[in-house]
């Protein structure tokens, strides 16, 4: 694992590689919330899907990180009793 962990320090030394790791590492964060929160209601992803007026294939991509539209995604958290919150990383 030292190795890993040493290749990807110098990997994210990279600009544009430290962004799209970042990117991808939120999109997967909120994968996982998504599907742990539909796993504590005890939903399948078919039941979630109709709750929320998508499809199950739209929601199986969510939940496996692919990226997806706002809006999709707000029906999703609002079926689930999520807020998504958007902050601002400036000072």
């Not at 890993?4 to 600009?15: A, G, N, P, S, T």
Request: hydrophobic letters at 40%.
């Amino acid at each position: 694992m030292r190795t890993f962990d040493k290749h990807l320090k110098k990997k994210l030394v990279d600009k544009k590689f430290n962004e799209a790791f970042n990117e991808e590492k939120q999109l997967l964060s909120i994968a996982v919330k998504i599907a742990e929160e539909r796993n504590k209601l005890n939903l399948t992803q078919k039941e979630l899907a109709a709750k929320a007026k998508i499809t199950q294939q739209q929601l199986s991509k969510i939940e496996n990180g692919v990226n997806c539209n706002v809006e999709t995604l707000l029906k999703i958290c609002n079926t689930l009793n999520m807020k998504l919150i958007v902050e601002s990383s400036f000072a």
